[in-house]
């Protein structure tokens, strides 16, 4: 039988184990302040800020995601005390890729310049990370890999309409990274995971063209618009905000753990109202969630990585600790992994 609209699956509960070994995030060099765009949009000071909750982001305006994503690599090889040699696979998890083909895996994977090992790409926008985190713990699980390094890198902003300040003025650009391995008696592992979508909103974010739908000799018109990124945040907002009170409380007692117990929950940083909400609906502490998107905005797949690294190099998240890893994104997806790192 088909489940109801509102019904999520339920999430995997059995504890798998797997350490995240280093992790790694890189920012473009080029800054973008709130106040440098009010002047380029004709807009009064502050107006940016105001509107999108973003103080600075920074844009990758030359250069491939896939590069940046090789750099985001290379610093979390160094924090896991690991070289290339010791990877033995390379799994991409980018929103917005430099190309449709080839995978994002294998630009990354050239950069590297990696051998022979296994690369491929796990397409899930802003969940990304989470998923491919996900189902590279069943495959380290079966002892198909040993070492698994994840790569979500993403220019975003190449492709926005600046008409539409508070889609646009919200991402940045940027990669992270984490290398992950078996837990091999440390305790780590992933307590529970869940994944749901809700594909009544998948077009309420999205970039139309790029794909066969749209291919340049199947359209009237311009490719241009098609190319841009369009949403409805409105939409989603509402569309998330109404699943996931119900979604969380299935994963945290899958986990068998409350949420006021858990010390860092990192979020996909998608918008501060998003932030806002999931503080305030949640009743989660400040000192409890992880928030840098002020400083950097959304950075599609990269984004809730980025925290993550933000939240262990900075000794908010340490080792033995329980954390929920926890977002949405296009499709309208919702996913979250608790686990204890």
């Not at 290398?179 to 749901?196: K, R």
Request: with cysteine; hydrophobic share 45%.
């Amino acid at each position: 039988m088909r489940p109801a609209s509102n019904d999520v699956p339920p999430p995997a509960a059995r504890r798998r184990p797997l350490r995240i070994l280093g992790t790694g995030a890189v920012l473009p060099a080029e800054a973008v302040t709130s106040r440098e765009l009010d002047v380029r949009l004709g807009l009064a000071p502050g107006t940016v800020e105001k509107r999108t909750g973003v103080r600075v982001r920074y844009v990758q305006s030359r250069g491939s995601a896939a590069a940046l994503g090789a750099e985001a690599a290379h610093r979390a090889l160094a924090a896991a005390g690991l070289g290339l040699d010791d990877i033995d696979c390379l799994v991409a998890a980018s929103g917005t890729p430099d190309q449709a083909m080839p995978s994002s895996s294998a630009l990354i994977h050239h950069e590297l310049g990696l051998s022979a090992i296994p690369a491929f790409d796990v397409g899930a926008s802003c969940l990304g990370f989470l998923v491919a985190l996900d189902t590279v713990s069943c495959l380290l699980e079966a002892g198909r890999y040993h070492r698994v390094l994840i790569v979500a890198s993403d220019i975003a902003s190449c492709g926005l309409d600046w008409s539409k300040l508070e889609a646009s003025g919200i991402f940045g650009d940027g990669a992270a990274a984490a290398v992950v391995g078996p837990a091999e008696g440390t305790g780590s592992a992933i307590l529970a995971s869940a994944f749901a979508t809700f594909s009544e909103g998948a077009h309420l974010c999205e970039i139309p063209g790029g794909g066969s739908r749209h291919a340049p000799d199947r359209i009237d018109g311009s490719l241009l618009p098609l190319m841009r990124f369009r949403m409805d945040g409105k939409a989603v907002f509402r569309l998330a905000g109404e699943r996931l009170p119900g979604f969380l409380d299935s994963l945290l007692a899958a986990a068998d753990v409350r949420l006021s117990e858990i010390p860092v929950v990192v979020p996909h940083q998608a918008s501060h109202h998003a932030l806002q909400y999931l503080r305030r609906r949640f009743r989660l502490r400040r000192e409890q969630m992880i928030d840098v998107f002020a400083g950097q905005g959304n950075q599609v797949g990269a984004s809730l990585p980025s925290a993550l690294d933000a939240a262990i190099r900075s000794g908010r998240l340490r080792r033995g600790d329980t954390a929920l890893l926890v977002g949405t994104g296009a499709g309208v997806n919702l996913g979250g992994v608790v686990l204890c790192y």
